[in-house]
């Protein structure tokens, strides 16, 4: 009896691929992941961006949807910018989204995360993940993940840190971008903000 | 007396409350922008190599001790609040951390109340008059202290001090010795997210700005804020920019329509939003329409056209002010 358990829930183990996880079950895991490679990696710890990039590409980024996440940023300017602009727009901020996470996970010290129970429908497609990032000494931190469901599994196209959406922060400063410079503008800023970071960032670790 | 002139500064900022045009949360722009400049320099030049220097020099078991110190001394006035708010329970519970810490925890220097259960909570007078209704009125950047909004600015300067029992030392050399290690050890704790923002933002001010907007309206709704009023959202241009956003992930639109038709079953014993309830109550009777006819092109499906600015909404309707009698 004990042993036909087991083998049932191997089979359950086996079958839940990535794509068919509860959309908190994969953000326990991603999470879990992610903090054990940084636990255990001398390099991450002591900060060096390449291998991060690399993690994070490899464990964190299939799980983003930046064509969604860019379209919540422009917003209202969103159908005015043409198929390739779109496209522009969407590496673009991603690249600036990536090296913002990046770097944010650079500064992991010790937190635990505690992701609470899913409050959804079971038919829902499009769910809000919360979690809680506790540091001695200081009021927890949460980090929310809205989170859509595609034919590839669940996807993040918002994370909110401390009630500040990392995505709609930017929406006053692109519509701006676009009122004085249109379209072209935003993306051009944009690159040259990439820009300046890529600068930055292999003049200094040394 | 500085506190005075800051007062004085934003009853100023009040009356002036020169239109700039752009963002209706912050008609001060033009001054605002000038003030962060100046925060910016006086940080760059005395604060922020003061709390580098302090975090390199104190070990970080010190460093926490003495944020968990002036943490400490806060949660009275941070339970105050909450009873102001109506929130008996969580203020008893604040009562509790600062008994618990100030005896067990050696005078606040280590926080055994959060370990022992007790959540460490986050209020100020701005967030109690934000809960009882009061809107925050215009931005407003102040000197030294950072962003602030009319309301909770003037909040801070005429009330929260009161509850800040730093101000009640009497040896006026020791209090100012204390408060001014709580700035440098709060800007320590901070040298990581100033860096942060630095790098996502496009437009620093900006960014600032719009995250401190979002963040008190979280707090004041302690992590729990109804959905903003948001044109992008409720409209259905703003739905139609969703589908884009969507096909641009290679679903297919017939897997729309089904997925707009399962929330709206589901959506019966749902707690929905009222923007998306709004939203999906327009969606609802093309898709269902377009179902029964069996034919999507001959249904008539009303638009709106995407540009949100040609909407004949009044601009004032979104603006901070909405709520407020502060209006000059």
Redesign the interface.
Known sequence: MKSLFALCFSFFAVAVAAQDLAPDALVKKISDEVIGIIKQDQDIRAGNQKKINEMVDAKVLPHF?F??M???AV??N???ASAEQ?KAL?SEFRT?LV??YS??LS?YKNQAIEVKPLRA??????VTVRTQVKQ?????V?IDYSM????SGW?VYDVVV?????V???????N??IRDGGVDGLIK??VS?NHS?DTQASSKPK | MLRRFLGLLLLTALVGCATTG??PHDPLEGYNRAMFGFNEGVDKAIIKPVASGYKTVMPEFAR?GV??FF?NLRDVWIGVNNILQGKVGAGASDFGRFGINTTIGLLGLF?IA?NAGF????EDFGQTLGRWGVGSGAYVVLPILGPSSVRDGLSLLAVDWRGDPLWYVGNIPTRNELVGVRLVDGRA?LL?VG??AE?????HY??I???YL??R???IYD?N?PPEPD??KTSE??H???A???A??E?PPA?ITT?WG??I??AV??ELTPAREFSEAKSQPASARQEAAGAPGSVYEPRIP????ALPVAPGVRTGFAQTNLRP
Request: glycine share 8%.
């Open positions: 949807n064509s969604r860019t379209a919540l917003a209202r969103w159908p005015k779109q969407t600036l090296r913002t770097s944010a500064t429908a079971a038919g829902d497609t499009d001695p000494g200081a009021e927890a949460s859509e469901k595609t034919p996807k401390g009630g500040v959406s990392l709609t922060n930017y929406r006053e400063t692109f701006a971008e800023s944009l903000k970071l | 752009g963002n926490t944020t968990n943490s926080d959060s959540e460490k909570h986050n704790n990581d860096r942060l790098e996502a933002a496009l437009d900006a960014y700005r719009d995250a979002q963040r309206r979280n707090l992590g804020p044109p992008d241009s703003g139609s920019k969703d884009a956003a969507r641009g992930t679903l897997r997925q399962e929330r079953i589901t014993d749902e995407y540009n949100n600015d």
